[in-house]
């Protein structure tokens, strides 16, 4: 069964400062996707980032980064020079093939100027 | 390109009452999905309608119903409302479906509460 774990509930940094978000996964599947999405106060879930099982390339987006690793199960999401405007709440998800997004319970970090 | 409506954005009913919310989604997409998100068991998923048809489905009992439409619009009902059924509902669009291929795009959700 798929699961994903995000220990951290809540995180709170100092603007500039630069803050990783933990992701955990499992899976039975040899195909699957992993994604990111964040959740301002406004409510509705923002696309941050997709990627595949095949592809374990770290990827970097401005002052987001994702790192992959297969090995140790994990897709951790770090800001860079966190803003203020970054405050949010954070979910990674995991799909199979033809299944839906199974999320995390979340990370709320607060970003504090 | 206008984005995942859903309507209305908060709800008050009493227990035992009946409540239907709207989502209409991007247009030409052709997947809507309903998410539950409470603080204790976070983001569950409820069901996915393509083309009409449910094409998944959540472990939620069967007071949880929907339906999608011709146009992709698509309508989520609980009956015989519980207090814990007090929750923010998301509707998720996309293209082919919340799989793996598609990135899905949510609305802002309604804010159901039971009292």
């Known amino acids: 069964a798929q699961k994903v774990t995000q220990a951290q509930t809540e995180i709170s940094v100092v603007e500039k400062e630069d803050v990783t978000l933990d992701c955990v996964y499992e899976t039975r599947d040899t195909t699957y996707y992993l994604f990111w999405y964040k959740q301002p106060p406004s409510g509705e879930l923002v696309f941050l980032i997709r990627r595949n099982s095949f592809d374990e390339q770290n990827e970097i987006s401005g002052r987001y980064s994702w790192n992959f690793q297969k090995s140790t199960s994990s897709f951790n999401f770090t800001i860079t020079a966190s803003q203020v405007v970054d405050s949010a709440v954070y979910f990674c998800a995991l799909s199979e093939e033809d299944t839906p997004l199974v999320f995390g319970k979340g990370t709320r970090l607060s970003v504090i100027a | 390109k206008a984005g995942v409506t859903q309507t209305p954005r908060y709800l008050i009913k009493t227990r035992g009452q009946q409540v239907t919310l709207s989502c209409s989604p991007i247009?030409?997409?052709?997947?809507v999905s309903w998410y539950q998100q409470t603080p204790g068991q976070g983001l569950q998923f409820l069901f996915e309608y393509f083309s009409e048809t449910q094409r998944n489905k959540g472990n939620f009992p069967g007071r949880f119903s929907g339906r999608q439409f011709s146009n992709s619009r698509s309508e989520m009902n609980v009956s015989t409302l519980e207090l814990g059924d007090s929750a923010l509902y998301l509707c998720?669009?996309?293209?082919?479906?919340?799989?793996?291929?598609?990135?899905?795009?949510f609305g802002q959700g309604t804010r159901l509460t039971v009292v």
């Open positions: 998720a669009s996309s293209l082919e479906g919340t799989g793996p291929n598609t990135e899905a795009f």
């Open positions: 247009s030409g997409h052709r997947s």
